[in-house]
């Protein structure tokens, strides 16, 4: 067993959530999920970016007092988690936390103490949106090139990092695989700019300009007037704060210390994942990442969904529209390559839902436990050693594999390949004939013979059933529970406990997916 630490990255709060960040919630979720199957000790931790520029701009406009908004925006995004079934362990609020400005302290002094930390006068070109500076060089007809906005000029003089004095370690980390980067192509966008070579950073701003929201610089190293902690330095150091860094340690010691620590974070942030913040790290004497799993957008006509873009959609709305998360699960897990962009649209949700979950894993499930009923009392016959069988049980080493190639998108089509295999196989058997030859009046020998060929075909179908909600409970957890307690079968706590089908009792069909209302 190895302890395995997984975290989300933190939104800003500036307004509330959308499917994209659901992306990255279920992914995150469905690792979690997998990893204790394994039989890990898994820690998974969600949370809120509160005390971002952007977010007190936005309180601004909204006529709201700062802490008030963040507070109603902060509320949504930890209920989005229960409402997806997020099964994380720890949500941080960075302003709310009383952990959190303790952390982020002995973060910092950390690198002071090592050196790191020193006084520099600046002037760049700063996006409020993206919390960071961009050179000219950088921009797209002199705007930022992720949101597509002007930026503004900001003259201070402010504490810096030396994250020049990391690149090449880093590279070193980054090639070598310590710090693994997938998929691929994110990883050779970070060894690109490593190689191009590393210029220091700003890790503070002036408390005039942040409205004085954020976590201050520590006592007896601001200068008058005062300062706050770069945003990025801040919210990098949430992923500390859950583990009790600054004031319990146990948890450090056990998840981040002795652990494989793994972020789930998308495209647009990968820079400060994958360079700033084990920089940091090691500045301060901590062990960098494991693992960073870089997503990428979802996006709508092709165009990335965004809370500053104004087309977000609601993720409560499709929740409460199937009146189950799983919709929208299945929808972000299989039909959203897991590394690459992936556009969404309400019909291609509701084909997914009724056309593959509903049309093909619902619809096999009740006329198999329907017939079961009919001819057995719902009691499983022997399982044959079959080649259906056989290729059922190759099924979780799929699955398995596709975890690790970060590709959960295949993991998912791998399932729903077998579930077509199954469709196939029980069309052409055709069990509901054996099943009404049954119900007539067979001579011994046919009884017997019919009622065999019968039992085998049901059997092998509840086995491969039952194989199939095992694999479904990192990507479907309520759906694969659901199914479990259909076929007669407890869920199970691991991938290796025993799967037991031959002599339960399963319970009477009923509609697993059902068809959604429409108006």
Not at 39 to 67: F, I, M, W, Y
Not at 481 to 502: C, E, F, M, Q
Request: net charge negative.
């Amino acid at each position: 067993m190895n302890e395995i630490y997984i975290t989300t990255s933190i939104p800003y709060v500036n307004a509330a959530p959308h499917v994209g960040f659901a992306l990255e919630l279920v992914q995150a979720d469905a690792y979690a999920r997998h990893f204790r199957l394994l039989g890990h000790d898994v820690r998974l931790q969600c949370g809120t970016d509160d005390n971002s520029l952007k977010n007190v701009r936005s309180a601004e406009a909204a006529g709201l007092p700062v802490e008030e908004f963040v507070d109603a925006n902060a509320d949504r995004f930890e209920r989005l988690g229960r409402q997806l079934d997020i099964s994380n362990e720890e949500f941080v609020r960075t302003s709310r936390d009383p952990r959190h400005a303790a952390c982020v302290h002995v973060l910092w002094r950390a690198c002071a103490e090592n050196g790191d930390l020193y006084r520099k006068a600046y002037e760049g070109l700063y996006c409020v949106d993206c919390e960071q500076f961009y050179e000219p060089s950088e921009l797209d007809d002199g705007c930022c090139p992720e949101h597509g906005i002007a930026l503004e000029v900001v003259r201070e003089e402010n504490w810096f990092f030396r994250l020049s004095r990391y690149g090449g370690r880093l590279l070193e980390l980054v090639e070598a695989g310590e710090l693994r980067i997938v998929p691929g192509h994110r990883r050779n966008e970070i060894l690109a700019l490593l190689r191009r070579g590393l210029t220091d950073i700003s890790v503070s701003r002036s408390a005039e300009r942040a409205r004085g929201w954020g976590v201050p610089v520590p006592d007896g190293e601001e200068p008058s007037g005062g300062e706050v902690v770069y945003v990025w330095f801040d919210a990098l150091a949430n992923y500390l704060t859950g583990l009790g860094h600054g004031s319990d340690r146990a948890l450090l010691h056990r998840y981040w210390n002795g652990g494989e620590r793994i972020h789930v974070v998308g495209k647009g942030i990968s820079k400060f994942h994958g360079i700033y913040w084990p920089a940091i790290l090691l500045s301060a004497g901590l062990p960098p990442p494991s693992s960073i799993f870089v997503h990428g957008y979802v996006t709508l006509g092709g165009r990335k969904i965004g809370k500053s873009a104004g087309n977000g959609i609601d993720p409560e709305g499709v929740i409460d529209a199937y009146g189950t998360p799983d919709a929208l699960r299945y929808y972000l897990l299989r039909h959203i390559r897991s590394g690459d962009d992936g556009d969404f649209s309400s019909e291609r949700l509701e084909a997914a839902w009724s056309g593959e979950l509903a049309g093909q894993l619902g619809n096999l499930a009740n006329r198999m436990l329907a017939l079961l009923h009919q001819s057995f009392d719902g009691i499983v016959p022997p399982v044959p050693n079959s080649e259906f069988v056989q290729q059922a049980a190759r099924l979780p080493g799929k699955v398995a594999e596709a975890f690790e190639g970060y590709e959960l998108h295949i993991g998912l089509a791998d399932i729903f390949e077998f579930v077509g295999e199954a469709n196939r196989r029980f069309t052409k058997q055709a069990p509901w004939a054996d099943a009404k030859t049954l119900l007539g009046h067979p001579s011994p020998q046919d009884r017997k013979a019919t009622a065999e060929r019968l039992g085998a075909c049901l059997a092998e179908q509840v086995y491969g059933l039952a194989t199939v909600a095992r694999c479904l409970l990192p990507f479907l957890p309520g759906s694969a529970a659901t199914l479990h307690s259909r076929l007669g079968i407890a869920s199970p706590s691991l991938y290796r406990d025993t799967l037991v089908v031959a002599g339960v009792k399963a319970a009477p069909h009923a509609v697993l997916f059902p068809r959604r209302a429409t108006a």
